[in-house]
């Protein structure tokens, strides 16, 4: 992930390589979840004959699912400050406690696609049951991703790998997750909250 | 494929890092900027010849009424990959190469910020170049047009796997595109040398960051695109279903707000080319640099906002269409100024035309043509008699051909040199550059009068009788005269090398050159410079071999051997080669064409690709008995001057 042998010397913009790389991947993540907001908000009447969106989602449920993942960001934070003060042992856990955040969430959200499906939501039942699942699905693999990276962060830091002066890392990772985190506001927002349509 | 001899002193857990054995295997695991910019650009053109074959094939159907030489459905998928070859696979990339290339040399630095990355994005380029081409053996090349409209592309209409390897073929090419985005800002907005300031930066580099700014924002919106259309034929999903009530407007929406910025994409390296030809070969400075930028930066933004014009006849609404329709003329205004610098830079210049400079007032000219036709786009009622015929296809010949094409060769012709040591025949180069001229106004100058007469874009073949027969000819005549003169081009190439064979490589300035980059020997150094210069100017290359006298004059000061460097240096800590990008790379298209045939496919695909990015974290930087003596005694200075944007 790291191409250390170029960080080393000072930089322009007194940014290094890879955090600069990150935020400006974030920029190009924006557009991409921007197009799929657009996709769902067009189509977030055209429900065909299935079920409307304003009969079948709980949002009590997903409510509480994106307060997990809302803490998960405060955890990360916690993990950055951890190392930052050499903290190894705090780190690890709350590296690990950002991860289970980030899981309870997915979870949530495979049991939130299965229960559609059970009341007849599929992926092709319409317009807005496709831009449903393609824009949540897109942002649960942004998470599982996420999961991933901080899963590796958190061998690397058992194999004795991840000191303080690697803390660049977790922060660059945390761009990455909090990034997520945002997004779900804006699309739960967008999704959940916005008055939907019944049938 | 690993044979590296084993390390006793590496590290333990970690893969060794592959060695330049030489010849092949050295190409395969390169990291370096140069090498791989050689690789982007020699596999681009190879994709030239392959789109320029089926433009070929389109004129031979299309010279004469009733032609038989392709059916319909053949027609539909070499005008497809045609367009589909030369944007992505030929367009995109030669910038790429030229962009890989030159822009750490013309800001000083040794490599790219990722190098390793860097690697992938060409792997990655070549594997999507590979899969879309591979369409042609199995199944059928895609047959809905580069621009792919929905709902033409669904399973309905496009009941062949082509429109399958088209969506999955330019996401692999997409990634490859934001991989390299990334990496080349980065590389600029962190790498230049002390006191390059990005208002000392050639424009060159400056059009590329525009460039790779636009890419960056550009490609997730057609990676969305292309996800929709996958799910919609592969999985059934609604995105483009008419009977469920959904838009198939949104696919050209979505197109367009990444089709309009492509434009700028694809025409701005040209821009920035002929930018650094054009001062060069007139003895002065360019004119307006500030304007020169702004105009760039200005195009990059507005580029944003004009995607709708390209949907005049779509029925998107008069308010829409007013919008827009403003927009579009507003956009020439950047474009006119670029221009006008241009104009006066030449103006009471010395100037020499060498093939570059012809071929860089080529793109001016032809430029400027095309950009006069698209303004009479913008004006929505004559587009809509415009919309779908031949003049369409002029216009972007013109600014694409014109444009784009001519600004490649002046750079082709300009850069020559400093690749590969020895410059290009520049009596084949005018006689090059002529004949293109000639074959490229022959072909695409008459569409302008067939479209305006109403023949359609995109038909396979027309009757006799309405007046399309003279044009026609003659343009097939024409693209015929433009095969000949790449065919020139490749002759060229082949001539100067075997010229150059034995003799001493051409000396490190031939042009009198303006930018960093000449400040290297000619071909340039694995290591690119014995010292990071110190740089106190635009244009330092030039301030160091001229300054004026008591007088005002201006004189020469030093001559090009006391200022270039001699690339004697040593030990300089370059980064390692590694097999990863490749072996990524070459699973990506393994998981495409299971999701077309077979998803078993996706599983050795999948192993390959996550198992060498795992290699890929865990293998050393470096390799272990590499040299790491800096070289370098500028690097103090380095530390304290770096300049603060």
């Given at each position: 992930m790291s191409e250390a042998a170029t960080t080393e010397h000072p930089t322009n913009t007194g940014i290094s390589h890879n955090k600069l790389a990150m935020w400006v991947f974030l920029g190009s993540e924006c557009l991409l979840f921007g197009a799929l907001i657009s996709t769902y908000l067009l189509y977030r009447n055209e429900f065909h004959t299935g079920p409307a969106p304003g009969d079948i989602f709980d949002i009590p449920f997903t409510s509480v699912s994106s307060f997990v993942l809302l803490m998960s960001s405060l955890t990360m934070v916690l993990a950055l400050s951890a190392l930052k003060r050499g903290d190894i042992r705090n780190n690890r856990l709350w590296l690990l406690t950002t991860a289970l955040l980030g899981a309870l969430f997915i979870g949530g959200q495979v049991y939130e696609f299965t229960s559609f499906v059970r009341e007849?939501?599929?992926?092709?039942?319409?317009p807005f049951s496709s831009a449903f699942f393609t824009l949540t699905g897109f942002h649960g693999i942004h998470v599982s991703l996420g999961i991933v990276m901080l899963m590796s962060l958190l061998i690397s830091s058992l194999r004795g790998n991840l000191k303080e002066k690697n803390s660049e890392t977790v922060e660059i990772v945390g761009l990455y997750w909090h990034f997520v985190d945002v997004v779900w506001i804006f699309i739960f927002t967008v999704i959940y909250l916005v008055p939907n349509p019944t049938s | 494929m690993t044979d590296t001899a084993v390390e006793t002193t590496r590290p333990i857990g970690v893969y060794t890092r592959p060695k330049g054995g030489g010849g092949w295997r050295d190409w395969v695991t390169t990291v370096d900027h140069k090498k791989i910019g050689i690789l982007y650009g020699a596999t681009a053109l190879v994709f030239f010849v392959v789109g320029g074959c089926e433009a070929l094939l389109i004129r031979l159907q299309l010279a004469t009424p009733n032609g038989t030489i392709l059916g319909a459905d053949t027609y539909n998928q070499v005008f497809t990959m045609h367009g589909v070859t030369m944007i992505f696979l030929a367009a995109m990339p030669l910038a790429a190469a030229f962009g890989n290339y030159l822009i750490p040399l013309q800001i000083g630095a040794r490599d790219v910020a990722f190098p390793r990355l860097n690697a992938l994005s060409f792997w990655v380029f070549l594997a999507g170049a590979i899969f879309l081409n591979l369409s042609w053996v199995l199944g059928g090349a895609p047959d809905g047009g580069w621009f792919g409209y929905a709902p033409n592309s669904g399973i309905i209409y496009s009941p062949s796997v082509g429109m399958d390897f088209y969506a999955i073929g330019l996401q692999i090419t997409g990634i490859a595109s934001l991989v390299s985005a990334i990496n080349l800002t980065v590389t600029i907005l962190n790498m230049r040398a002390p006191g390059m300031t990005l208002f000392k930066m050639p424009v060159f580099t400056w059009m590329m960051l525009v460039v790779q700014l636009l890419l960056v924002f550009a490609m997730p919106v057609i990676a969305v695109a292309l996800f929709l259309l996958i799910f919609s034929r592969?999985?059934?999903?609604?995105?483009?279903n008419t009977e469920m009530g959904a838009d198939p407007l949104l696919w050209q929406h979505l197109f367009w707000i990444f089709g309009h910025p492509e434009v700028y994409i694809l025409i701005l390296p040209s821009f920035g080319i002929i930018s650094e030809v054009i001062p060069t070969f007139s003895r002065k400075p360019i004119f307006g640099y500030e304007f020169m930028v702004f105009s760039g930066i200005a195009i990059g933004f507005m580029g944003w906002g004009v995607w709708a014009h390209h949907m005049f006849a779509s029925g998107i609404g008069p308010l829409s269409v007013a919008a827009f329709s403003l927009s579009t003329m507003f956009i020439a205004v950047p474009t006119g100024v670029k221009i006008l610098n241009w104009l006066a830079t030449m103006w009471g210049g010395k100037i020499k035309f060498t093939a570059a400079m012809l071929f860089a007032v080529g793109v001016i000219s032809m430029f400027t043509i095309g950009g006069l036709s698209g303004v009479t786009h913008a004006m929505s009622p004559a587009d809509t008699q415009q919309t779908d015929t031949y003049y369409v296809v002029a216009h972007f010949h013109y600014v694409i051909f014109g444009g784009i094409i001519f600004g490649l060769f002046s750079g082709f012709y300009f850069w020559w040199p400093k690749v590969f040591g020895h410059m290009l025949s520049e009596k084949l180069g005018k006689i090059n550059f002529w004949v293109m001229l000639v074959g490229f106004n022959m072909t695409f100058g008459p569409m302008h009068t067939l479209g305006l007469q109403g023949?359609?874009?995109?038909?396979?073949t027309y009757s006799p009788?309405?007046?399309?027969?003279l044009w026609n000819m003659v343009a097939s005549i024409g693209s015929f005269i433009i095969a000949t003169s790449v065919l020139i081009f490749v002759i060229n190439v082949i001539v100067s090398a075997v010229k150059a064979k034995g003799q001493p490589h051409c000396g490190p300035d031939p042009w009198d050159a303006r930018s960093l980059e000449w400040m290297t020997p000619n071909p340039t150094p694995e290591h690119n410079f014995d010292e990071v210069p110190v740089v106190e100017s635009l244009d330092e290359f030039w301030h160091r071999k001229y300054g004026t006298d008591e007088e005002g004059r201006i004189v020469r000061v030093a001559t090009a051997e006391e200022v270039c460097q001699d690339g004697s240096a040593t030990g300089v800590h370059l980064p390692s080669p590694s097999y990863w990008p490749l072996v990524f790379s070459a699973g990506l298209p393994l998981v495409g064409l299971g999701l077309i045939f077979?998803?078993?496919?996706t599983i050795p695909g999948g192993i390959m690709m996550v198992g060498s990015l795992f290699a890929w974290v865990f293998e050393p930087v470096d390799d272990p008995d590499g040299p790491h003596g800096?070289?370098?005694?500028?690097e103090e200075t380095a530390t304290e001057e770096a300049p603060v944007v």
């Open positions: 007849g939501l599929g992926f092709t039942t319409s | 592969q999985f059934g999903a609604n995105f483009f023949m359609s874009r995109r038909i396979d009788g309405f007046g399309f027969e077979s998803l078993w496919l800096h070289h370098d005694d500028s």
